[in-house]
C-alpha cells in the first residue's frame, strides 16, 4: 500500500474560500471608507479660492481677474463704478473674442482688440470734407480766429473718433445679445 501525502496548501474546504471571500469583502468595505472619509476631509478643508463675478457664455470673470482690471482701469478713468467696470470688462472680453475668432494676432489683449476694431470699424469709416467744414462753421467759437487748415486733421480725427465710439457701441450691443450673460456682482 502506497501512502499519499496531502499538504495543508492542497486543501481546500469550503469554509476557507468562503472566509476568504468574507475578509476580501471586509477589506473591500474597510478601504472604501478610508477613501471616502479623506475625500470628506479633503473637501471639508477646502479653500474658497476664487469667486465668480459674472460669466460669458461658458466663460467665467473670477473676482480676482475683476480686481485687477478695475485697479488698472480707475488710473485712466477715476471715479469709474463697479457696474461700469465689470460691463466695460465683459465688453471687453466679448472684443476680444471676437479678435481671437478671426485669428488676429497681438502681443497683447489691448493689441488685439485695437487690431480688431480698426479693422472691423474703424477702416470703413470715412470723414468728408463737407463734414469738417460743417463741424469748423459749428464750433467758430471754439476755433476763434485760427484758420481751418490748421484744425482740419484734428477735426477729421474728432469725427473720426466719435464714430468710431457710436459704431463700436453697436457693433458690442450685438455682441451682447448673442451672448448669454450673467452678471453676479455684488457691490462692495
Do not use: C, W
Not at 499538504?7 to 475578509?23: F, L
Not at 474658497?48 to 485687477?68: G, K, P, S, Y
Not at 482690471?69 to 463704478?81: D, N, V
Not at 468728408?128 to 462753421?137: M, S, V
Amino acid at each position: 500500500m502506497r501512502e499519499s501525502y496531502i499538504s495543508v496548501s492542497d486543501m481546500h474546504s469550503d469554509d476557507s474560500v468562503a472566509g476568504s471571500r468574507y475578509n476580501n469583502y471586509i477589506m473591500t468595505i474597510v478601504l472604501t471608507l478610508i477613501l471616502v472619509l479623506t475625500a470628506f476631509l479633503q473637501v471639508s478643508s477646502a479653500e474658497l479660492i476664487d469667486r465668480v463675478v459674472a460669466f460669458i457664455d461658458d466663460e467665467a470673470i473670477t473676482l480676482t481677474d475683476f480686481t485687477q482690471y478695475i485697479k488698472k482701469a480707475e488710473k485712466l478713468t477715476p471715479g469709474l463704478s463697479e457696474e461700469e467696470a465689470i460691463n466695460t470688462l465683459i465688453n471687453r472680453r466679448l472684443l476680444l473674442r471676437e479678435a481671437k475668432r478671426i485669428r488676429l494676432r497681438g502681443k497683447s489683449d489691448d493689441e488685439l482688440i485695437k487690431e480688431y476694431v480698426d479693422i472691423k470699424v474703424r477702416f470703413f469709416i470715412k470723414i468728408t470734407p463737407e463734414e469738417i467744414e460743417r463741424f469748423y462753421n459749428e464750433n467758430r467759437e471754439r476755433f476763434g480766429k485760427t484758420p481751418i487748415d490748421n484744425v482740419r486733421d484734428d477735426i477729421e480725427r474728432l469725427l473720426r473718433e466719435r464714430e468710431v465710439n457710436k459704431r463700436l457701441t453697436k457693433l458690442v450691443k450685438k455682441l451682447r445679445e448673442k451672448s448669454y450673460i450673467e452678471i453676479n456682482l455684488t457691490p462692495s
